[in-house]
């Protein structure tokens, strides 16, 4: 947030003093994500700012706190002719004007309204050896000179979040009111700054009105540990106001509007192909029957942890993700029937499941305690459970299931 009560004798402070920062209050304060990126097509075009605090050293003696006076830049770093007039292409050095503004690399959205933001970014033209004279924003490492101990703060590229907001400079007739609004590609900005150009130090009303619209300012500085804006790794800096759950816009918007689909409320658009129901698919069947699973598998003479069983004379294996009707049939791996189970579950509506060892119906699953047609416990080895749908339907599934049995323990009486 701009700081309050800047006074100007603070020659590297990011906004001048007086009407850019008082009477300015946290309430108007949105969340904002502010986004670096090395993708070109999402950056912002903003104005570029002087913030030499000597028009004498600074380059075409620009003001602090106005408009550098270098030609501006495509997203290459290709200069303006600084004749042309301004252009209406974004790929154009002279894209809105041809000197003054520059490229953020990145973009900032209002998550409040989800609107994108313009931003502006400063330089301090006279340490060009800071990276503070090529209208890029590109700051250096270097916080202080440690030659005469002077603030250099990376170049003075100090970043600007502008808010979609109307400002009002100065009392009675003198009074002047600024509306800004979202993204514009900076143009609405650099009108503002080129009403008294020449100006000097700044002009006391329309110089002011601008910073006052500013939300955030950081000062960044740049790192030699890893590389700046590297491809694929976007960084993401979030900013967070804590806020009463309630709509919020920036500006209202009339209830005739164009764009006013929703009376202000957020609006939302999601895609539901290959979500919606259908009767049946045979390509989902077969993936569902996939699922067929025996647990646990392998099985070492009883279920580790809480298990399945309900004392120690039980052994119990589940079958799980069966169709509602099927017939489950259990060989040896000789290919002799073991057991077999005609399961039709299709009146079961709410799946259920065994809990604190009482029996229930589950839906989607069978008990298999471990034991042949006869009801004599089963030996130890391999076992081919073979599942067939019914119904009108022929899916079917062989799961093999490998059981180490325990011997009878008979102190268990």
Same mark, same amino acid.
């Given at each position: 947030?701009?700081?309050?009560?800047?006074?100007?004798?603070?020659?590297?402070?990011?906004?001048?003093?007086?009407?850019?920062?008082?009477? +300015?209050?946290?309430?108007?304060?949105?969340?904002?994500?502010? &986004?670096?990126?090395?993708?070109? /097509?999402?950056?912002?075009?903003? $104005?570029?700012?002087?913030?030499?605090?000597?028009?004498?050293?600074?380059?075409?003696?620009? $003001?602090?706190? /106005? *408009?550098?006076?270098?030609?501006?830049?495509?997203?290459?770093?290709?200069?303006?002719?600084?004749?042309?007039?301004? @252009?209406? +292409?974004?790929?154009?050095?002279?894209?809105?004007?041809? @000197?003054?503004?520059?490229?953020?690399?990145?973009?900032?959205?209002?998550?409040?309204? %989800?609107?994108?933001?313009?931003?502006?970014?400063?330089?301090?033209?006279? *340490?060009?050896?800071?990276?503070?004279?090529?209208?890029?924003? +590109?700051?250096?490492?270097?916080?202080?000179?440690?030659?005469?101990?002077?603030?250099?703060?990376?170049?003075?590229?100090?970043?600007?979040?502008?808010?979609?907001?109307?400002?009002?400079?100065?009392?009675?007739?003198?009074?002047?009111?600024?509306?800004?609004?979202?993204?514009?590609?900076?143009?609405? *900005?650099?009108?503002?700054?080129?009403?008294?150009?020449?100006?000097?130090?700044?002009?006391?009303?329309?110089?002011?009105?601008? !910073?006052?619209?500013?939300? !955030?300012?950081?000062?960044?500085?740049?790192?030699?540990? !890893?590389?700046?804006?590297?491809?694929?790794?976007?960084?993401? &800096?979030?900013?967070?106001?804590?806020?009463?759950?309630?709509?919020?816009?920036?500006?209202?918007? $009339?209830?005739?509007?164009?764009?006013?689909? +929703?009376?202000?409320?957020?609006?939302?658009?999601?895609?539901?192909?290959?979500?919606?129901?259908?009767?049946?698919?045979?390509?989902?069947?077969?993936?569902?029957?996939?699922?067929?699973?025996?647990?646990?598998?392998?099985?070492?003479?009883?279920?580790?942890?809480?298990?399945?069983?309900?004392?120690?004379?039980?052994?119990?294996?589940?079958?799980?993700?069966?169709?509602?009707?099927?017939?489950?049939?259990?060989?040896?791996?000789? %290919?002799?029937?073991?057991?077999?189970?005609?399961?039709?579950?299709?009146?079961?509506?709410?799946?259920?499941? @065994?809990?604190? %060892?009482?029996?229930?119906?589950?839906?989607? @699953?069978?008990?298999?305690? *471990?034991?042949?047609?006869?009801?004599?416990?089963?030996?130890?080895?391999?076992?081919?459970?073979?599942?067939?749908?019914?119904?009108?339907?022929?899916?079917?599934? &062989?799961?093999?299931?490998?059981?180490?049995?325990?011997?009878?323990?008979?102190?268990?009486?």
């Amino acid at each position: 947030m701009v700081a309050t009560n800047l006074n100007m004798d603070d020659k590297h402070g990011p906004a001048p003093n007086g009407g850019s920062s008082k009477p +300015n209050n946290l309430r108007g304060l949105s969340s904002v994500n502010v &986004v670096f990126t090395a993708d070109k /097509t999402k950056w912002t075009r903003c $104005p570029v700012i002087e913030m030499c605090s000597d028009p004498t050293f600074a380059y075409k003696n620009a $003001p602090q706190y /106005t *408009l550098r006076r270098s030609p501006s830049v495509n997203k290459d770093g290709v200069e303006a002719d600084p004749d042309a007039g301004p @252009s209406t +292409n974004p790929d154009d050095p002279n894209y809105i004007a041809a @000197s003054g503004m520059g490229w953020f690399p990145g973009y900032a959205i209002d998550i409040e309204t %989800g609107e994108r933001l313009n931003v502006m970014f400063s330089e301090n033209s006279m *340490l060009a050896a800071e990276n503070g004279r090529d209208m890029k924003f +590109n700051p250096s490492p270097n916080y202080i000179n440690f030659t005469n101990y002077a603030p250099i703060f990376g170049g003075m590229h100090y970043l600007y979040i502008m808010g979609h907001t109307s400002v009002t400079i100065g009392t009675g007739v003198s009074a002047r009111t600024f509306s800004y609004p979202a993204y514009d590609a900076g143009a609405k *900005l650099y009108y503002t700054f080129n009403i008294s150009p020449d100006s000097l130090p700044f002009n006391a009303i329309t110089v002011p009105g601008i !910073y006052k619209s500013c939300t !955030y300012v950081n000062i960044p500085l740049s790192t030699t540990t !890893y590389e700046w804006l590297p491809e694929g790794n976007d960084a993401v &800096v979030k900013i967070r106001v804590a806020k009463p759950y309630q709509r919020y816009y920036s500006v209202p918007m $009339p209830s005739d509007h164009e764009k006013n689909i +929703n009376d202000g409320n957020p609006v939302y658009q999601f895609e539901t192909t290959g979500y919606e129901s259908i009767a049946f698919s045979p390509e989902k069947n077969e993936s569902d029957l996939d699922q067929i699973t025996v647990v646990p598998n392998p099985y070492y003479a009883y279920a580790d942890g809480p298990g399945y069983e309900r004392n120690q004379l039980d052994t119990r294996v589940k079958i799980t993700n069966i169709p509602s009707r099927c017939v489950v049939t259990i060989y040896n791996i000789n %290919g002799s029937l073991i057991r077999q189970y005609n399961v039709d579950k299709s009146g079961i509506s709410n799946p259920s499941s @065994s809990t604190n %060892g009482v029996d229930t119906d589950p839906k989607t @699953s069978i008990d298999w305690d *471990l034991k042949n047609f006869a009801g004599i416990p089963i030996a130890g080895g391999i076992y081919l459970i073979h599942v067939k749908e019914t119904g009108g339907r022929n899916g079917e599934r &062989v799961v093999k299931w490998f059981g180490a049995m325990r011997p009878i323990d008979l102190n268990t009486f």
